[in-house]
Every structure is written in C-alpha cells, then in structure tokens.
C-alpha cells in the first residue's frame, strides 16, 4: 500500500517545483545576468531543503532525527558556500579556475551526509560513536583543506590551489560515492521502516544531485 504524501510535503514539492520554474524563465529572460539569478535560487533551494530537514527531524524519533540533523548541518555548508559564490557575482569579482574558500564548503558538504550515512539504526547513538563521528569530520576537513590548497591550515605557507581540471573530477567523485554508500546501506543493511524511509530519501536526493548536477 502506498501511502498519500503528507500536507508539509506537498508544500515543500510545490515550492520546490515554483522556484525551478521561476528560475529557468528568469534566466531565459534576462540571459546576461542569469549567474546571478541562479544563485539567488540556489540559496532559496538550499534553504528549502534546510527547512525540510528542520521539519523532518522535529517529527522523528530520536535516533532518525540526529541523522535529520547531521544533514541538515551538511546542508547548511552548502548554503554557506552558495552564498559566499553569490557574493562574489554580485561584487563584481572575477572568477577564477583555481578551487577557493566556496569550495572547500562545498566540498565538506558530504562529510556530514557521509556521516550521517553511517550512523547506526539505534535511537541512542553511543557517546564513543559520537566522539569518533566529530574526530573523522575534523580529519576529512582537514584532508580536504589540503587536497584543495595544497598547503597545511594556519601554517602560514603559500597555498597552491588545484585547478577546475582537478576540482571538478573530485567533486563528480565525491557524489558518485556517497551516492553508492547510501544506496547499497539502503539495501542491505537497514531493516527499521523509519530509519529505510529516511535512507529512501537521502539516496534519491544524493543521486538526483549527482545526475542533474554533478555530472
């Protein structure tokens, strides 16, 4: 039996399919400006999303809605970097093919939906769980602060920031596998209808992204 999608997700699709709308024939009707009006949409997207994790976690069990949460705080990472993007179109900056504070927030987006991916179906996670999950976002950060500048944080050396040539790769990577990791969680490991629903969603969100987006 299928169920008949709630009243909140009916609003959320709707507003989601207005702002797709709204954005392509702003961006046929004024082409020259049409970076700046996706970005506008961009940060009205995300925030959707945000609040769509916001809203799911308040009606979840505990253990489903930390894994709300940690995607949400992924989510707002991405928020941040659109908006540091929409900043620089807007003041007029130049754009350059070399990776920059935008992307290294967009980068870590995936350290929390990866995180989030592998938390356990138990409602209580375990404080060493908890410990270990904030110990290996610092060290992915850390890894991927050096991956894209090509120098240690704060030791006050030149960076050398790869190129898009390299970014762009590292990036279609980076979905492509927390894509995998979800669906095959999905299929073989998750038994919990509310922690599957959950998964159901994040897969058909990290997939619709790296299709439509990514790649």
Not at 22 to 30: D, H, Q, T
Not at 91 to 111: E, H, M, R
Request: charged share 10%; hydrophobic share 55%.
């Amino acid at each position: 039996m299928i169920n008949r999608p709630s009243r909140g997700q009916f609003v959320f699709l709707l507003a989601g399919l207005a702002l797709l709308s709204a954005e392509l024939l702003l961006c046929r009707r004024y082409f020259s400006i049409s970076n700046q009006i996706s970005s506008v949409f961009w940060i009205c997207s995300t925030g959707l999303a945000l609040a769509a994790c916001i809203w799911r976690a308040r009606r979840a069990s505990h253990g489903v809605s930390v894994k709300w949460l940690v995607t949400a705080s992924g989510i707002f990472l991405w928020f941040v970097a659109v908006c540091m993007v929409m900043a620089g179109y807007f003041l007029g900056q130049t754009v350059i093919p070399v990776a920059t504070a935008s992307d290294f927030f967009f980068f870590c987006y995936g350290i929390p939906m990866l995180i989030a991916g592998a938390m356990p179906e138990e409602d209580e996670p375990l404080p060493v769980f908890i410990f270990l999950d904030v110990l290996q976002a610092v060290a992915a950060g850390y890894l991927a602060y050096v991956l894209l500048f090509g120098a240690v944080p704060f030791s006050g050396l030149p960076q050398r920031p790869i190129g898009f040539a390299w970014l762009v790769p590292a990036y279609d990577a980076e979905n492509i596998i927390l894509a995998l990791l979800v669906t095959i969680r999905l299929a073989f490991s998750v038994r919990d209808p509310e922690n599957r629903r959950f998964f159901k969603i994040l897969a058909v969100y990290l997939w619709s992204y790296t299709l439509f987006v990514g790649l």
